[in-house]
């Protein structure tokens, strides 16, 4: 199997891939994507029926055994005849500030201006080049897509909710350890404080909370475990992932009630489930949540 080539210029929204680049392969596999001259690995699975069916670009956790998360969503894409795309963000060049959130601002201390990164190297605009080079090589370019993030993979998926246009169907985002909160009065990665401009203002946020996002929580993800962000910002939504999911979205349906905002948001609970990838993923309920229109 060939890899596939990509060369994307983020800025410009172009995106170019190789002549002879193959479609996806039925079944599990594995090949490569280069973007700005990085490589990121990407594990697959087609369908064997498949018919042309959207992407479901799935983010792993801190473990960043991308393989295993390909693995868990098969029961989905079997189910509704999805293309799944695993990639692998590895903790080298991908640390706490480029995952989890979002590659927009690298110097997150309190005492500090933030200095916003360019938005072409935001985490988010790279999804999006993935899921478009997987399109070129499908021949599909107006392919759909929803994303789901688990852990890790979710924490960065609320971020780009909020500062990333993109045209998904749905956003699921998975027993995180913090979320961005619908408010200025927690600062960045923790809320929209800090932050410049048309980033923070009233219309983010009412766009925050339009985003097509579910809120899918495992009822029995309450242990503060060594990967738990325990940092002040990350307490104040809640003492495990569990209580900061559930906060977070009262949170953010109360502030669009206030003000009359459209609220996209679905919470969504999986009985019994603790800090599981497989289990949150493979569940009943995330087959739900990704057909919730």
């Known amino acids: 199997m060939k890899p596939l080539r990509l060369t994307a210029l983020l800025a410009l929204a172009v995106i170019t891939t190789a002549l002879h680049a193959e479609p996806i392969p039925v079944g599990s596999s594995q090949s490569s994507v280069?973007?700005?001259?990085?490589?990121?690995?990407?594990?697959?699975?087609?369908?064997?029926?498949?018919?042309?069916?959207?992407?479901?670009?799935?983010?792993?956790?801190?473990?960043?055994?991308?393989?295993?998360?390909?693995?868990?969503a098969i029961p989905l894409a079997d189910a509704h005849g999805l293309l799944v795309i695993a990639p692998l963000f590895d903790r080298k060049r991908f640390p706490t500030w480029r995952y989890q959130t979002g590659g927009i601002v690298r110097n997150q201390r309190a005492e500090d201006e933030f200095k916003v990164e360019p938005e072409a190297q935001w985490?988010?605009?790279?999804?999006?080049?993935?899921?478009?080079?997987?399109?070129?090589?499908?021949?599909?370019?107006?392919?759909?897509?929803?994303?789901?993030?688990?852990?890790?993979?979710?924490q960065t998926l609320s971020r780009f909710a909020a500062f990333t246009s993109h045209?998904?169907?749905?956003?699921?985002?998975?027993?995180?350890?913090?979320?961005?909160?619908?408010?200025?009065?927690?600062?960045f990665p923790f809320g929209f404080g800090g932050l410049p401009g048309k980033m923070a203002d009233n219309t983010a946020l009412r766009h925050y909370l339009s985003q097509p996002v579910t809120v899918l929580l495992g009822t029995a993800d309450i242990q503060r475990g060594a990967d738990l962000n325990v940092s002040a910002g990350a307490e104040r939504q809640g003492s495990?992932?569990?209580?900061?999911?559930?906060?977070?979205?009262?949170?953010?349906?109360?502030?669009?009630?206030?003000?009359?905002?459209?609220?996209?948001?679905?919470?969504?609970?999986?009985?019994?489930?603790?800090?599981?990838?497989?289990?949150?993923?493979?569940?009943?309920?995330?087959?739900?949540?990704?057909?919730?229109?």
């Open 34 to 72: 280069s973007i700005h001259n990085e490589v990121i690995e990407l594990y697959t699975y087609k369908p064997a029926r498949y018919a042309g069916g959207p992407i479901l670009l799935v983010l792993h956790g801190l473990s960043a055994n991308a393989a295993g998360y390909r693995d868990y």
């Open 123 to 154: 985490t988010g605009r790279l999804f999006l080049a993935i899921i478009d080079a997987v399109r070129a090589v499908e021949g599909q370019p107006d392919l759909g897509y929803s994303l789901i993030g688990h852990s890790a993979g979710g």
């Open 167 to 187: 045209q998904a169907k749905r956003i699921i985002i998975a027993n995180p350890s913090t979320w961005l909160w619908p408010s200025r009065d927690e600062r």
């Open 240 to 293: 495990n992932r569990l209580q900061r999911g559930r906060n977070a979205f009262r949170a953010a349906q109360q502030l669009a009630g206030d003000r009359g905002w459209p609220f996209n948001w679905q919470l969504v609970e999986v009985p019994d489930v603790g800090h599981s990838g497989r289990r949150m993923i493979g569940s009943a309920e995330a087959q739900t949540a990704l057909s919730a229109r």
